[in-house]
């Protein structure tokens, strides 16, 4: 089994910072994508930000030069830098890793945690 868990959440007011980190546990081997996704009360839940093991990364326009996600393979970290933080961007956020392959040989696709709430003041 695969399971993931975020942190670092919390309350920021506008036009500050947090990181977020999502650590991946399980008998694991590689993870090809993983990502940060949110969502607010009564939206979908939407992309925030994507990066592969090569680290090539995918960032959905509102957050483009704000946000910066990055990875650590050798820990199976994930983590999502947010600066310049709008009250907009006030949501739970979700820690998705997809294509995860176990030492046994097991493929996991789509894993997502629990989430992390974070909210930002006006």
């Known amino acids: 089994q695969v399971q993931l868990v975020e942190s670092g959440g919390g309350l920021a007011q506008h036009g500050g910072s947090l990181r977020l980190s999502c650590v991946a546990s399980?008998?694991?081997?590689?993870?090809?994508?993983m990502g940060w996704y949110r969502q607010a009360p009564g939206t979908q839940r939407e992309l925030v930000a994507t990066i592969t093991s090569g680290e090539s990364t995918n960032y959905a326009d509102p957050v483009k030069g704000r946000f910066t996600i990055s990875r650590d393979n050798a820990e199976n970290t994930v983590y999502l830098q947010m600066n310049r933080l709008k009250p907009e961007d006030t949501a739970d956020y979700y820690c998705?890793?997809?294509?995860?392959?176990?030492?046994?040989?097991?493929?996991?696709?789509?894993?997502w945690g629990q989430g992390t709430q974070v909210t930002v003041s006006s």
């Open positions: 998705n890793a997809d294509k995860v392959v176990s030492y046994s040989g097991n493929y996991y696709y789509n894993v």
């Open positions: 399980g008998s694991i081997r590689s993870i090809n994508t």
